[in-house]
Structure formats: structure tokens, C-alpha cells
């Protein structure tokens, strides 16, 4: 087994995708190129995510109501479409985060015990 | 909150801004521009998928892809001209048969009766204890009527009217019969109708010497009248005396079965309300229901009022009930369609329903060489939904095609309809075409057909593995388990619809071709009959009606051609009035369980003429006449049902003649049993009664002639004439002409019947055919595994076979178990019906199917026979 093959990127477990974007736009408003990007740095490249996917994936939390986007001026000068958390988008972030972290919590132990045994 | 949906061209611009931003960074990451592009590109992954998911969710996707759909499947079937061709025609013939059948219900039973809110009027008619065909519809004797009318209080307004009356109405010298009908002068006012031009007519015209005003049906002012308006006002003959038109009701007025073509007042004269007047049943009760009053308080009232009438009138009244239904649902009773229709509905109903289990099997079939185009489309990323509605689309637009074709169809079908039933004039009276209720009728069945045309190829495709119907499909051994359930389901089912049908269709064809050709007990062959009623202006008394007769009959009887004629109160078979007897030396029944017979008043050539074999004794003779002593004639089984077979001649009876009990008369002859009615089977009690000693008005003349008895049509018309220039005739046809028109719908009914099962018998056929046939095709390289490993063909064919037998025995066992009970449903629904041998009909039915159904899978299994098992393992 190499260790390449151990370093390439992980696919996104399913549903994380919307709870990843809530985080990243926390931090505050950004496109959706950006959010890729970021999605991808902060998970020290460790997670790979389909551009295409992402926008069905604003479009759905948009019509939630859970974010909101109006068109801006992006750093380097262009125009892109800038999304931004609406106040149930930040719960909804809240709840999320903290399920997810029990759930991983959970799996956690349930891998290490069998590690220890 | 109001949210303004994206556009299209947004999200692209949004894409767009997404790969600039992407490429720019690669850039500057060293990469040249192109390659920026191309990895931009390649990161974000398929554009259009991610456009089509956008678009998918905007709301413009249904109506988009519904047009999507509807042209993709229209480009499909003109690619398969001959697959669209089969799969209309078929739908289009089981929806046209559907429209046509349905036209009769949407003018017989939906139609409302024409008057303000019709269904607040209730008829009331009495009940018979005797048994017999819609007892429960009998009239009403006039004293009743008086009596209930006034004992009501849950009615605004009571009337009655009598609508089975004719009267000879005169118009410039031409004498004419015609249907009339006697009615109370409230009678329009209950009905809630008003007449075209003129008025109804006044309170106190039904009284005597008042009451010669007429009312004309809109039918007969054209006819006889050229829709003159002039006509209100002018003085008609009706009955050799003078009347007054004074209205001329609207052309839609007119009660469903009833033809009355003039109406006159009905007078209640003293005689009408005697004792003896309440044996003569004869009117119809209308009343107009108070507001908040319902028709289960007006029943629960009628049989109040009824039940102390038979307790004040046990003699005339015991025994007898009183029925209230409202009008429409009279009407449609009365008119005893509703069993007809409902079996030919039913009928249609399967043969549509195995008319869309042969075009599910065809789209079914052709879904499976579609499935590696199913498949591509659903991993190019086409939802399953989609691919369902697109199939379903498929189900709709061959069945909106078929619905156009079969409703063009149904057009001609319903003039055929109409052209074929125009023998009865009731029938014919009731306009039926192609009207609102059927168009959506036809559109109702389009779309069901669509649903079962288009539900089994969808379920299918949904359940379609793309990845093993991307590799050679042909690697699949055989098709997967549930479509052969679904087509085995299929099949089974076809064929016990077909059993049912075919059953069904045989004991009614055989129920009804046995009375048809049934021995009616008389020479019904070169007959000609005429009837005519001789009126009291000029017929006065008994001298003066035997002098008529004998005048008629010895004119009647020097036509060349003409062999003997006789008088009859009523035709052979067409269903005589019954008579209350009493038997001497018997006890006396209480009067609602005395015995009856159909009674006949006959000259002394009756027997001779009608061809009536006399068994015993004697026939009537010249000398039998009022002065000498009272004599009568009965059948054989007035010996064996009345007399108990004891020795008849000499026998003494009483016929209870208008409530009065008469003299007795002694039992002469008898003679061989007529059928009560030529169309059904049942014998009853005759009793003959001598016309020179009880002579009657109204009758029939018959005469036998040596050659085709309609070429005496119009000397017979000239005899009569040369008696009474002014009598007018009715009725002028031979004997067979009666029984025809008195079988009414029966012939037309079973070949309507007969084409339809036979119809079904076809259509199921090529369902089997396509059916094993696809699967076949399916299996081939399964076959081919089999004979590669040893399997001759004829094993193949063998085990073919077998499978089809195991199919068609399943349906046949189902089918039979559904058409278990037929028999005795057909026995309680059609009166005068029996169904004999009917375990003959399901044998011969039962391997009629197998072979057919043996036939269909042969042609198909053969072709499986001949498969080189190379060929069938190398390539699909």
C-alpha cells in the first residue's frame, strides 16, 4: 500500500457538503468559487469537492432561506454571485455542528475501541 | 415572502464567474491559459448536469418537459408507423365500442326528465301480488287515485294520467291512429312544463261536456299540421267527434318510453268510481313533493293510505301494495334498460381493458429493446422520475390518439346504433348522439387507458439496473423475475376476462336464440294481422260489434289468397290481460290467491286461422251465441296448473269479469299452449272465450294466405273500408312483423353482444401472441445456453408450450370462478330467460381459448425452436 494512495482526497460524506458551506460563510460573505477554495484549504486539501455540486447545493440553502446572495465585486476586480448567512442559516449551523460532532464523537470511540482490541 | 425565481441565464453567469475565478488562480499557479481553463473546467465537473439540476428545480421544468416528452414520443411513434398503427387501432376500436355503448346511457339513464326539478315529483303506482315483470310498476284504479289524492298531505298538487290510450284522429278526411294519453288538467302544471304555443288545459275541462279539448305533441303538429301556429283553436276529429286544439307542447317535452302524440282530458264519470271500476288499473300517479318533504315520507304515507284502502276494499284490494319512486328513476325503471346496459357496458368495459393489456404488453415489449437506451439516458443523468413520465407520455399520447380515432369511430357507431334501433318506437323516440357526457366519457376512459397503457413499461424502467443493461445485456441469462410476473400477470388476466366475456355472451346469445327460435304454439308463418278498436259513437252494444265482424270476415275472406280470418281480442304470444276464475265444486280462495289466466275473446275460425291444434273436444261454432248456454276453450296448461289434470270437459268456471262475478260456462275443448310472450319461454293458463257470446271493441283481425301475407296488405285495408270507410287500422303487418317488433332490441342485442365477445377472443389472442412472442425474443439466449447444453429444440419448443398451457389454464380457472355464477344472475335479471346447459358453454369456451391461446404461443415458441445456439450466445 503506498502512502500516496493514503494522501489522495476524500470524497465528501453525504449531507456534509451544506454544513461546510454554513461554515465557511460564518466566517462571512464569499462566491462560490471562493467557498470551494476554502472548503478545500482549511481541510488541508484532505477533502475534494466537485465545484459543480456545490451549486445545486447554494441553490438549495438558498430557496431554505437558510443563506442569502445578491451579486458583488470579487476581490481580484470580477463580478460573482456572493453568498451570506441569514440568521436561520447560523442556527441551523449551530444544530448542525453540534450533531455532527456528537455523531463523530461517537464513531470515534466505536473505531478506537475496536483499535484497542 | 415573496422569493423571485433565478433565471437560466443568472446560474450560467454565475458558472461562468466561477471558472474565471478558478483559471485565474491556476494561473497564477504557473499554468498557461488554456490549461487554467481546461483544469477549471475539469474541477467543477459537468456544467450542463449542474445547469440541468438548476434548471430541473425552476418552475418552468413540468410544462418544459411535458412538451419534451410529448414530442419525443410522437418522433418515436413515427419511427414505428407499423407498432403506432396496431397500438391506436386497438385502443381506438376499445374506446369507440365504449363511446357508442355510452351515448345509450347518456340518453337513456342520465338525461333528466324534462318540467322543473324533476325529482321532486314522485310516482306512485301499485304493487301486484301476482308475480310477473315489474309488478310493482302496475297503475292505478281510478277510485284509488280520488281517495289517495285527498288522503295526501305531503304534496303540493296530485294528478294522473293514463298514457297508454290511442285514439283515431281524423285530419282532412284521413283517418290516422294515434298514441294518446288521458290526463288530469293539472298534469303539465305538476310536471312543471308549459306548452310551445296555446295553453293546457282548464280545471273544469274534465268535465263531461267540457272535455273535448286536445293538446298536440310538437311531432305531430309537423307532421300532420306543417307547424301551422294557426292550428290552436281549429277543431279536430278525434274518435269520430269534434275537439278543440288549444295547445301544442314543446318538442323536447316528452317522458322517456311514452310517444303520446295527443293529449285529452281525463273525466272521472261516476261508473269510474264503482266497485267493479277498481279492478281497471290503468293510471299513472304524479305528484309534486311539498318543500322538506322526502320521498321516504311520501312512501311511508302511501303505504299508510294504501293499507286502509285494503282494509275498507279486501275484495278488489287484498294483497296489493303501493310502490313510490321519483320520476326519473320511474322513467328508467319503466323503461327496464338499465339490465341491457349494464351488461353492455360491462362487456365493452373488458374488452377495453384487454384492449390496453394488449398495447401494455406492446410498450411493455418495446421498452425492453429500450433499455440500454434507458439506461444511457438515466446515466447521462436523466432522473428516474423522468424516464417514468416519459413513458407514461408514451401510455398518453397513443391513447389520446386512440381516443381521437375511436371517438371519430363512435360517430358512426352511434348513427349505426340509431339506424339499427329505429324498430321501436319508443326506442327510437329517445334522441342519442354523440353529446357532452360522451366526450368526456371518452376523454375519462383516454386517460385510464393512458394510466394501464403506460403504468407497466414505467414501473419497469424504474426498476432498470443501469449497470447491467450497459454491459451486453444479452449477458443477463433471462429476464429478471418481476417482469415475468408482470407479464404472466398480464396474460392470466387477459384470458380470464376473455373466458368471462366469451361465457357470458354464450349463455345469453343461447338464452335468447332459444326463445327465438322457440315452438310459440301456433303458425305464426303467413299470417297478416291488423287491429283496430271499434268506438261506442257508432259500435254501440253487442248486435251491432258481431254484425261488424261477421261483415269484415266474409269481406276479409274473398280476398284471393286469403285462406281463413278470425277476430281476436289479443294476438297469439303478445301477452294477453289476465282474468280472476273460480273452478265449480272448488273451494273458494281468498280473492289475492285465486287463480288467473290470460283470457282471449276469439271468433269461431280462431283456431283454424292461427293454426292452434285442438287436443280435445271441441272449438267454438256458429251456433255458440248468447241465446245458448255459455261455453269456453282452455289450453293444456290451464288443465294441469288450474283443473289439477282431472278430466276438463264438462268442467263448470266463472271468469270474475270487471269485479262482478259472471255466469258459469262450461269447458268444450281444449287446445295446445301458446307462449304468454314470443320473447320469453313461459307457458300459462288460456282461457278462450266465444266472441259471438261475449263480443269485445277492441281487437285484432288475422288473416291466413296461401302466399307472402304482406301482398294482402292493402287488399285487407280495402275490405275493411268497404265495412267502415272512417275506422282507422293500426298495426297492419304480418304476424311475423309482430314478433320481431315485440323481441325489440333481442337480435340487435346479441349480435352487438356476440361481436364484442368475439372481439375480446381476438384481441386476447394477440395479446398471448405478443406476449410470448416478446418473451421469446428476451429469452433467446437463454435458448441458446439450454441448447448448448443439450436441449434440442423441440424441448425448447416443448418447455414454451408448457409454460404457455400453465398460463392459459391459471386464466382459465379464474375466469371460470368469475363466471360461476352467470347463469343465475342472467336467470334473476331477464325475465322469461332460462339459461339451459350452461356447463356446456364453459367447456366450449374453456377449449376454445386453450386453442387459441395454444395457436399464439406455437407461432412464437417455433421460432424459439429454430435458434443456433451460437448465434444466440456470440451476439444478443
Known amino acids: ?117 | 415572502m415573496f422569493r423571485r425565481r433565478r433565471q437560466d441565464s443568472d446560474f450560467s453567469a454565475e458558472v461562468e464567474a466561477h471558472i474565471q475565478h478558478e483559471s485565474e488562480r491556476l494561473r497564477e499557479q504557473g499554468l498557461s491559459d488554456a490549461e487554467a481553463r481546461a483544469a477549471a473546467r475539469r474541477a467543477f465537473g459537468n456544467v450542463m448536469q449542474a445547469e440541468e439540476r438548476f434548471h430541473e428545480s425552476g418552475r418552468w421544468q413540468w410544462g418544459d418537459q411535458l412538451w419534451q416528452d410529448l414530442r419525443f414520443s410522437l418522433r418515436m411513434l413515427a419511427k414505428n408507423p407499423g407498432f403506432a398503427a396496431v397500438a391506436v387501432i386497438t385502443l381506438a376500436l376499445g374506446i369507440a365500442i365504449n363511446a357508442t355503448m355510452f351515448s345509450l346511457v347518456s340518453a337513456f339513464l342520465l338525461r333528466r326528465p324534462p318540467g322543473r326539478e324533476p325529482e321532486r315529483v314522485v310516482v306512485i303506482s301499485t304493487v301486484n301480488p301476482v308475480p310477473g315483470f315489474q309488478t310493482d310498476a302496475t297503475p292505478v284504479s281510478a277510485p284509488n287515485y280520488i281517495s289517495w289524492k285527498a288522503a295526501s298531505k305531503c304534496f303540493v298538487d296530485v294528478t294522473a294520467g293514463d298514457p297508454n290510450r290511442r285514439v283515431s284522429l281524423t285530419v282532412e278526411n284521413q283517418p290516422e291512429s294515434v298514441r294518446s294519453a288521458a290526463i288530469s288538467p293539472n298534469y303539465f302544471d305538476v310536471l312543471g312544463v308549459s306548452p310551445e304555443i296555446g295553453r293546457t288545459f282548464l280545471i273544469s275541462e274534465d268535465q263531461p261536456g267540457q272535455d273535448h279539448v286536445a293538446i298536440l305533441s310538437h311531432d305531430l303538429w309537423e307532421r300532420r299540421f306543417g307547424s301551422d301556429p294557426s292550428v290552436v283553436g281549429r277543431t279536430i276529429r278525434v274518435n269520430r267527434e269534434n275537439y278543440d286544439v288549444v295547445g301544442v307542447m314543446p318538442k323536447d317535452f316528452q317522458l322517456l318510453g311514452y310517444t303520446t302524440q295527443v293529449w285529452t282530458p281525463l273525466v272521472i264519470n261516476t261508473a269510474d268510481q264503482s266497485p267493479a271500476a277498481r279492478n281497471d288499473r290503468s293510471l299513472y300517479m304524479f305528484a309534486r313533493l311539498k318543500p322538506n318533504v322526502t320521498v321516504e315520507q311520501a312512501r311511508a304515507e302511501a303505504v299508510t293510505v294504501a293499507r286502509r284502502t285494503a282494509d275498507a276494499f279486501p275484495e278488489s284490494e287484498k294483497g296489493w301494495g303501493v310502490a313510490v319512486r321519483t320520476l326519473p328513476d320511474f322513467l328508467i325503471y319503466d323503461f327496464s334498460i338499465s339490465t341491457g346496459l349494464a351488461i353492455l357496458m360491462t362487456t365493452v368495459g373488458f374488452v377495453l381493458l384487454i384492449a390496453c393489456a394488449n398495447v401494455a404488453g406492446l410498450l411493455l415489449a418495446r421498452a425492453a429493446g429500450r433499455r440500454k437506451e434507458l439506461a444511457i439516458r438515466i446515466s447521462l443523468g436523466a432522473g428516474r422520475l423522468r424516464v417514468v413520465r416519459q413513458l407514461l407520455t408514451e401510455g398518453l399520447v397513443i391513447a389520446v390518439l386512440g381516443g381521437g380515432t375511436g371517438l371519430l369511430l363512435a360517430y358512426w357507431g352511434i348513427n349505426f346504433m340509431r339506424a339499427s334501433l329505429s324498430f321501436n318506437e319508443a326506442i327510437s323516440a329517445v334522441p342519442f348522439r354523440l353529446d357532452w357526457n360522451v366526450l368526456l366519457y371518452a376523454l375519462g376512459i383516454s386517460i385510464v387507458c393512458a394510466v394501464l397503457c403506460g403504468v407497466a413499461p414505467a414501473l419497469n424502467a424504474a426498476r432498470t439496473d443501469i449497470n447491467t443493461n450497459l454491459k451486453d445485456e444479452s449477458r443477463a441469462a433471462s429476464a429478471g423475475r418481476s417482469q415475468t410476473r408482470l407479464r404472466t400477470v398480464m396474460v392470466v388476466g387477459e384470458i380470464a376476462l376473455a373466458l368471462l366475456l366469451l361465457v357470458g355472451t354464450g349463455l345469453l346469445i343461447r338464452a335468447i336464440s332459444d326463445v327465438h327460435n322457440q315452438n310459440l304454439g301456433f303458425r305464426a308463418d303467413s299470417l297478416l294481422t291488423v287491429s283496430f278498436r271499434l268506438d261506442d259513437a257508432r259500435y254501440k252494444g253487442a248486435a251491432k260489434q258481431i254484425a261488424f265482424v261477421n261483415d269484415v270476415i266474409r269481406h276479409v275472406e274473398q280476398i284471393p289468397g286469403a285462406e281463413t280470418a278470425a277476430v281476436t281480442s289479443d294476438l297469439p304470444a303478445t301477452g294477453a290481460s289476465s282474468v280472476t276464475l273460480r273452478v265449480k265444486g272448488q273451494q273458494d280462495l281468498p280473492t289475492n290467491q285465486r287463480m288467473t289466466a290470460l283470457d282471449f275473446v276469439v271468433s269461431t275460425d280462431y283456431f283454424r286461422a292461427a293454426g292452434i291444434p285442438l287436443l280435445r273436444g271441441r272449438t267454438f261454432t256458429e251456433t255458440d251465441v248468447a241465446a245458448t248456454p255459455s261455453v269456453v276453450m282452455v289450453n293444456q296448461e290451464f288443465v294441469h296448473r288450474i283443473l289439477q289434470d282431472q278430466e276438463p270437459l264438462g268442467k263448470q268456471i266463472g271468469l270474475v269479469v270487471s269485479g262482478a262475478p259472471s255466469q258459469w260456462s262450461e269447458i268444450v275443448g281444449v287446445v295446445g299452449n301458446v307462449k304468454t310472450y314470443s320473447e320469453g319461454t313461459e307457458d300459462d293458463p288460456e282461457v278462450y272465450e266465444a266472441f259471438l257470446q261475449r263480443p269485445v271493441g277492441s281487437m285484432s283481425l288475422m288473416v291466413r294466405s296461401s302466399s307472402d301475407p304482406n301482398g294482402l296488405a292493402s287488399a285487407l285495408r280495402n275490405a275493411v273500408a268497404q265495412v267502415d270507410a272512417e275506422l282507422p287500422l293500426s298495426g297492419l303487418m304480418s304476424m311475423r312483423a309482430v314478433i320481431e317488433y315485440q323481441k325489440g332490441g333481442n337480435p340487435f342485442f346479441m349480435g352487438v353482444l356476440g361481436t364484442f365477445a368475439v372481439m375480446a377472443l381476438i384481441l386476447a389472442g394477440i395479446g398471448i401472441y405478443g406476449l410470448v412472442s416478446y418473451s421469446v425474443g428476451q429469452r433467446r439466449h437463454e435458448f441458446g445456453i439450454r441448447m448448448a447444453l443439450g436441449a434440442t429444440g423441440s424441448d425448447v419448443l416443448r418447455m414454451i408450450l408448457w409454460q404457455g398451457i400453465k398460463m392459459t389454464a391459471a386464466g382459465v380457472a379464474i375466469g371460470t370462478l368469475l363466471a360461476l355464477p352467470l347463469p343465475r344472475v342472467f336467470d334473476s335479471l331477464f325475465f322469461g330467460i332460462h339459461v339451459r346447459e350452461p356447463w356446456l358453454y364453459f367447456i366450449v369456451v374453456a377449449i376454445t381459448i386453450l386453442m387459441v391461446a395454444m395457436v399464439a404461443t406455437f407461432v412464437p415458441a417455433r421460432r424459439a425452436q429454430s435458434i443456433d445456439p451460437m448465434t444466440a450466445l456470440r451476439v444478443e
Open chain 1, 1 to 117: 500500500m503506498s502512502t500516496q494512495e493514503n494522501k489522495k482526497p476524500l470524497s465528501l460524506l453525504q449531507g456534509t457538503l451544506d454544513l461546510l458551506i454554513l461554515r465557511i460563510l460564518a466566517a462571512g460573505s464569499q462566491h462560490g468559487q471562493g467557498i470551494a477554495r476554502a472548503i478545500q484549504q482549511s481541510s488541508e486539501e484532505d477533502l475534494l469537492v466537485e465545484h459543480g455540486a456545490l451549486y445545486p447545493a447554494l441553490q438549495r440553502l438558498e430557496v431554505r432561506g437558510w443563506i442569502s446572495a445578491k451579486w458583488g465585486t470579487s476581490s481580484n476586480n470580477r463580478t460573482a454571485r456572493f453568498y451570506s448567512l441569514t440568521a436561520v442559516g447560523r442556527k441551523q449551523l449551530l444544530k448542525e455542528t453540534a450533531k455532527w460532532k456528537r455523531q463523530a464523537a461517537a464513531i470515534g470511540r466505536i473505531l478506537s475501541l475496536a483499535e484497542e482490541g
